[in-house]
């Protein structure tokens, strides 16, 4: 018997699609004349991650993310969906209710997407449900260019970098960090974390002209 699909149910969060977002970065990558193998040489991921998340096999984290947007001087808008859109005058408000977020799921992150309509950002804003639990969640810390704000909305969160130091959240805190450390998000508490996370390249790691 074929298997279907449930519709989500009405009000959920819009789900970010791996294959879609895969098959953006395979025709991006195409469209810059690139191989696998000089796409894995301009942006330090491995040839077999970038092929899997072309088809859609495996979710990407946030530096990896980076990583191939900055190679691809693609703009994360771009990634999902959003095509940049020509300047005309100041930045338009961007609105996201509650629970309306765009959603893109990993083993150990999930993140919310904000002001995902809004294109041609300096900010990434997330809204992030933390579930990872021990550094053991992750084949090595997160880096990638730029500095990060991280505000806490409820549980508990450790924030463990490579240099030694690590820094414990209750609801309320908040940590600025250069995001070029490598860092991870554990939640310690009874429950999951949920944060609230805004990422910002460096001028020099921001994409110039953007597909």
């Not at 959603?103 to 999930?110: F, G, K, R, V, W």
């Not at 609801?171 to 999951?192: I, K, Q, R, T, W």
Request: proline share 5%; net charge negative; with cysteine.
């Amino acid at each position: 018997m074929a298997k279907t699909t449930s519709a989500p149910p009405p009000g959920a969060p819009l789900q970010i699609d791996h294959k879609t977002v895969g098959a953006r970065i395979r025709d991006a990558r195409k469209a810059r004349g690139l191989t696998l193998m000089q796409l894995s040489e301009q942006s330090g991921i491995a040839v077999s991650t970038i092929s899997k998340a072309e088809r859609g096999d495996i979710a990407l984290t946030y530096d990896k993310f980076a990583a191939l947007a900055h190679a691809l001087r693609l703009d994360f808008d771009a990634i999902f969906g959003r095509e940049k859109k020509a300047a005309a005058g100041p930045t338009t408000p961007s609105f996201t209710a509650s629970g309306k977020q765009m959603i893109y799921d990993t083993p150990n992150y999930e993140y919310g997407m904000l002001a995902n309509d809004l294109t041609g950002k300096r900010m990434v804003p997330m809204r992030a449900h933390v579930r990872a639990r021990s550094l053991a969640d992750f084949p090595d810390y997160i880096r990638h260019g730029g500095e990060e704000f991280v505000f806490l909305l409820a549980g508990m969160l450790e924030l463990r970098f490579e240099n030694g130091s690590a820094f414990t959240l209750k609801p309320g805190d908040s940590l600025y960090f250069d995001s070029a450390v490598g860092h991870v998000y554990l939640s310690v508490g009874d429950e999951d974390a949920e944060v609230l996370v805004c990422c910002v390249d460096s001028d020099a790691e921001r994409p110039g002209d953007v597909i």
